[in-house]
């Protein structure tokens, strides 16, 4: 069994402070993690993902994520937040043996205040 | 360009009307999903096919119907039974079954509304 919490339905941050996105898991296997943007009636967009290599993983857009297993958590930063930011931001979990369906969490709506 | 198209983007059914949700892709994947998505639901899988001529349900199976009859084209069908369609439909498909390995892509979703 799989499930993934987004510990926050909401975040506000003023331009050019750091985002932080907070994303708990769990996995009966060895997971694979995955951030996934989605703007306003737009379809999602790959962020970055976690395969079991680098604990901490760069994506686009100056995103990253650490993977922390004794913490069960898979936060997404950013150093410095940007207008073009604001948007909705998916957590998913995947498991790397057996059914690999994806899981989503419940989405954190990012706000960014000018 | 390479990417997963859906049409219509805007959608509108009647009562005790079947409709259906169009998605092609030009990607060359053989695997290929339906999804709903509600507000502060996260997505919820309908039914996915790994290959042509076959599919599987998903978590939300009832009330929806799908066919895998090309490998670039996996249509939707709202029937009269589902009796809360109204939500936003999203599409994706990856190279093999979605996981470590195969990343999904996305389409820009169908809007579903009920007048």
């Known amino acids: 069994a799989q499930s993934v919490t987004q510990l926050d339905s909401h975040v506000s941050v003023s331009e050019g402070t750091p985002v932080l996105l907070r994303c708990n898991y769990s996995?009966?296997?060895?997971?694979?993690l995955f951030w996934y943007v989605q703007h306003p009636n737009k379809g999602l967009q790959l962020l970055l993902k976690?395969?079991?290599?680098?604990?901490l993983v760069k994506g686009i857009n100056g995103f990253e994520a650490e993977f922390k297993k004794s913490e069960t958590s898979f936060h997404l930063t950013k150093p410095s937040a940007h207008m073009s930011d604001a948007a909705e931001y998916f957590c998913?979990?995947?498991?790397?043996?057996?059914?690999?369906?994806?899981?989503f969490g419940t989405g954190t709506r990012l706000t960014i205040i000018p | 360009d390479g990417g997963i198209t859906q049409s219509p983007k805007y959608l509108f059914r009647k009562e005790g009307q079947n409709v259906t949700l169009s998605c092609e892709q030009n990607?060359?994947?053989?695997?290929m999903y339906w999804y709903r998505q509600d507000p502060g639901q996260g997505l919820r899988l309908i039914y996915y096919?790994?290959?042509?001529?076959?599919?599987q349900k998903g978590d939300i199976a009832e009330g929806y119907s799908v066919s895998r009859e090309k490998k670039e084209s996996f249509p939707l069908t709202v029937t009269s039974a589902q009796k809360n369609p109204t939500a936003f439909y999203l599409c994706?498909?990856?190279?093999?079954?979605?996981?470590?390995?195969?990343?999904?892509?996305f389409g820009a979703g169908t809007r579903l509304s009920v007048l």
């Open positions: 994706a498909s990856s190279p093999g079954l979605a996981g470590a390995k195969n990343i999904q892509y």
């Open positions: 990607l060359n994947h053989d695997a």
């Open positions: 096919s790994q290959i042509v001529n076959d599919f």
């Open positions: 996995s009966s296997y060895s997971p694979s």
């Open positions: 998913v979990v995947s498991s790397n043996f057996g059914n690999e369906k994806l899981t």
């Open positions: 976690y395969t079991s290599a680098a604990t």
